[in-house]
């Protein structure tokens, strides 16, 4: 097993984070802050000594694969935190590279947000010019992504112009599933085993909540940007569970005092064809919900079939076409790149056939290894490089057909080391995609599993997690509801 080694600092997590874009999905050991001597077998190892009383050694060595590389700098005593983080990467980047015989895409960014990241640059570094240069010089970032970045940040721009001062998004999380698919790495509940007891409590508790955000809200003087509700998958409720649902954020949430909605986006993913009806889908559009998600992953019957997605393609197509038939004037469909027994001709063939259908956005993710290793195993997976072509064909055919990219996120332990990202027709960006992934809004979650984001306050960003698992979140209701009730949600 290999071995984190990390002596005269704490940048630890860092060096794993950075280890895990060469060997995603491996446990590591550890060996930080006992000695400086290195430990015997494979390793990746920062050994920061002091040399005066204002400046420090840095010595990173990598050994892996019988390879052995050094490398030795010099620092200021006063490069700490995530400068020295940086200092570590740079030497340790390039070394990884040499014994891999790889270089990645987002280089040696391990964050998630590199379009936040890209918009700090820009300010720090005087435009964006320079910003997409710090990316490709000192980050390692390739000139593809740096522009994928720099093309999403100017995408965004009028979302960011256009909202609201002193406004919050809401989520509301139903996390529960009909079933569950075999990658998921959410906590969904398989609803089944909960109907007759769980849900229906849960959605009691959900209807108390929804009141207390609606008094906090007020108390505050807030105003709702956006209304998200997602899971799981809401819409494995039924259609009078969730007509009461729509029901109580209409009359809590909702209605402004003039009886105007004001808000910009409300969004409620129907992720799995299999829950979706006419009745249902009813419910949605007399609620004024304006953008749903009908999620493909797929449009290989085999590949769902592998991953535990009890639907065909064609029950996809046949719910987004009743959707459209219906109103629904804004439907996005999410993709997977890298599912076990997909392969190039299938996911491109997933691709056109999404394009043909014309959904207003297409979300394009890659599959996250970091669940069910099993499955994985005991499957055939498409290579690195495969995965990375099916984002590529993505990206070129969704250009070449009026989509662009909007927004984008990375996962730890993703497939092929690239990027989720969300592709538009003009004018279909979601706003609260954006923000969300900016943090640039509070959030309020409401419900388990949800967390709720407060932005701008003096701790920055404060997150706010209330549980994972629904029958936690009802045992615990009343201690999570009175910390709640004294949240201090911050103004820009
Ligand atoms: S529908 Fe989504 S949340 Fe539900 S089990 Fe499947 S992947 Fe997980």
Redesign the pocket.
Known sequence: MMTIHAFGHTRSYEMEALLKLFIPATQFSFSIGETPELPDGEYLSAVLEQVSDDTNRLTCRTAWNGQTHTQSALLSAAVQGNDLDREISAQLYPQLCEISGQTLPWGMLTGIRPVNLLRRFTVRDGGLQNAMDTFRRVWHVSDQKTKLAARILQVQQPIFDATPPDAVSIYVSIPF?PT??R??S?V?NSVSRMKQTILPQYLEKLRDEIILVSELIAAQNLTIDTLYIG???PTVLDAAQLADLMGWLDTYILSAPDGKRRIREYTVEA??PDTITREKLQVLLDSGVTRISVNPQSFQDNVLEAAGRPHTAQDTVDQFLLAKEMGFRNINMDFIAGLPCDTIEGFRESIDRAIALSPESITVHCLSLKKAADFYASLPMPSAQTVNDMVEYAQRMLLENGYAPYYLYRQKNMAANLENVGYAKPGFESPYNILMMDDSQSILGIGSGASTKLIGGQRGIERVTECKYPDEYLRRYDELMAKKRSLVIPKH
């Open positions: 599933c569950r698919c990658y998921c959410f969904s899971g799981g998958t992720g799995r």
